[in-house]
Nanobody, 123 residues
Framework: QVQLVESGGGLAQAGGSVRLSCAAS????????MGWFRQAPGKEREFLAA????????YYADSVKGRFTISRDNAKNTVYLQMKRLKPEDTAVYYC????????????????WGQGTQVTVSS
């Protein structure tokens, strides 16, 4: 069993930075591949970034490549999403997800999800 709790969301200005955290709990939580997704009102959930359980491999959506960075600290059982050069279009609810096998861009492949944290970027 894995439980995920996102934090760090809030209001930011365009061009600013926000760092999201995902605290994971569970007996083998550090052995899971992790991913970040977001969902804006009226839109489908979209993939942002993923990372292997060792942290050696990362994957990014083209829309955020170069601005967002995913990382993890297994000693802290925490996954991060550093977001820079924020745009109003980044406004959405951001979700952390965990998969027991490999990182993937497919949302339905992830077995565990957090409740999400709101990020609002003003212009």
């Amino acid at each position: 069993q894995v439980q995920l709790v996102e934090s760090g969301g809030g209001l930011a200005q365009a061009g600013g930075s926000v760092r999201l955290s995902c605290a994971a709990s569970g007996r083998t939580s550090s052995n899971y591949a992790m991913g970040w997704f977001r969902q804006a009102p009226g839109k489908e959930r979209e993939f942002l970034a993923a990372i292997s359980w060792t942290g050696s491999s990362t994957y990014y959506a083209d829309s955020v490549k170069g601005r967002f960075t995913i990382s993890r600290d297994n000693a802290k059982n925490t996954v991060y999403l550093q977001m820079k050069r924020l745009k109003p279009e980044d406004t959405a609810v951001y979700y952390c997800a965990a998969d027991r096998e490999f990182p993937t861009i497919v949302a339905t492949a992830y077995n565990y999800w957090g409740q999400g944290t709101q990020v609002t970027v003003s212009s």
